[in-house]
């Protein structure tokens, strides 16, 4: 066996620990934006993963490309009923009906992951859109069923609720064998992608070919805003940026992004676990996203250093 290739072995079996330590089997693929062919790191990078909210990347790139292409004015106003009021953060959890424009409303998808805000968007730009954007980028692995509010429909059905149901008292009374077989957190039957895929989807945002130019960096702008730092950013130094999305869903915790160096280079970074308990905080498995990204990225950067 070649030195590069035990190093990569090694790699691979310190992220695969870092998973297992923190109580949760994971999934990962990084690679360096712009580079074709070139070296890359995965730990089940091909695997059916749960996308929760990391599908809203795909989202965003359907409406910077509407706007780009003039079909949606981003300063044109929207209201945001009670049919979206949904609870949670941003404008899904507001008391009262809300006046907002649509680059607004792709901010607050993004930075916060405000679910009303996404499914404003997605039902203004259609779904045929956001699989145009799939099918464009050759994400040959992913797929989507609906937003928000069909993935909380498909919950509230599989756990015996009418379409009225208060979901959050339906998860109150669920058993933990009811959880564990909704459909939303089975990768073939609710939205789903690969950690390959979605560094693909990365990649071409971060390179302008998955819309105008201008359109690309109006994504990494937003997504550079995110507010969450327990992930991801939780294992670089300072002086390193990143820009990305989370997820979350019972037992599943993600996020993906792009990490940039004090240097300029680039890594596109897909991370998904799947934790072995139900418990809502779960500290080790979302600081084990940023210690496998941090491996993985560090493994790509010395590379070439």
């Known amino acids: 066996m070649s030195t590069a290739a035990a190093i990569e072995r090694d790699t691979a079996a310190d992220i695969a620990e870092i998973f297992a330590d923190a109580g949760a089997t994971g999934f990962l693929h990084a690679r360096e934006i712009g580079v074709q062919g070139g070296p890359e790191v995965g730990e089940g990078a091909d695997e059916p993963v749960v996308l929760a909210s990391v599908f809203k990347i795909l989202v965003l790139t359907a409406y910077v490309?509407?706007?780009?292409?003039?079909?949606?004015?981003?300063?044109?106003?929207?209201?945001?009923?009670?049919?979206?009021?949904?609870?949670?953060?941003?404008?899904?959890?507001?008391?009262?009906?809300?006046?907002?424009?649509?680059?607004?409303?792709?901010?607050?998808?993004?930075?916060?992951?405000?679910?009303a805000a996404t499914d404003v968007?997605?039902?203004?730009?259609g779904a045929a859109a956001v699989d145009r954007v799939i099918a464009d980028l050759g994400l040959r692995h992913t797929r989507l069923i609906g937003c928000c509010e069909d993935?909380?429909?498909?919950?509230?059905?599989d756990l015996g609720g009418a379409p009225d149901s208060d979901l959050d008292e339906l998860f109150e009374?669920?058993?933990?064998e009811q959880i564990l077989?909704?459909?939303?957190?089975?990768?073939?039957?609710?939205?789903?992608?690969?950690?390959?895929?979605?560094?693909t989807l990365l990649d071409a945002l971060w390179t302008d070919t998955a819309a105008p130019a201008e359109a690309c960096r109006q994504?990494?702008?937003?997504?550079?805003?995110?507010?969450?730092?327990?992930?991801?950013?939780?294992?670089?130094?300072?002086?390193?940026r990143l820009a990305a999305k989370t997820g979350t869903l019972p037992t599943w915790r993600n996020e993906a992004g792009v990490v940039t160096y004090?240097?300029?280079?680039?890594?596109?970074?897909?991370?998904f676990t799947r934790a072995a308990s139900l418990a809502d905080r779960q500290p080790l498995v979302d600081a084990s996203i940023g210690r496998a990204g941090f491996t993985a990225v560090e493994h790509l950067h010395a590379l070439t250093a």
């Open 151 to 157: 993935l909380f429909a498909s919950v509230i059905a």
């Open 121 to 125: 968007i997605y039902h203004r730009l």
């Open 173 to 176: 009374s669920a058993t933990s």
């Open 65 to 115: 490309r509407a706007v780009a292409a003039g079909e949606l004015d981003p300063t044109e106003r929207t209201t945001v009923t009670a049919r979206y009021r949904i609870g949670g953060v941003g404008t899904a959890g507001f008391a009262d009906d809300v006046v907002i424009s649509w680059r607004d409303l792709a901010l607050n998808m993004m930075s916060m992951s405000d679910n």
């Open 181 to 199: 077989a909704l459909d939303a957190v089975q990768p073939v039957k609710t939205s789903h992608s690969t950690p390959r895929d979605v560094t």
């Open 219 to 240: 994504s990494r702008d937003i997504m550079a805003q995110q507010i969450w730092p327990h992930r991801l950013t939780s294992g670089f130094p300072a002086g390193v």
């Open 262 to 271: 004090p240097d300029g280079r680039q890594y596109a970074v897909a991370v």
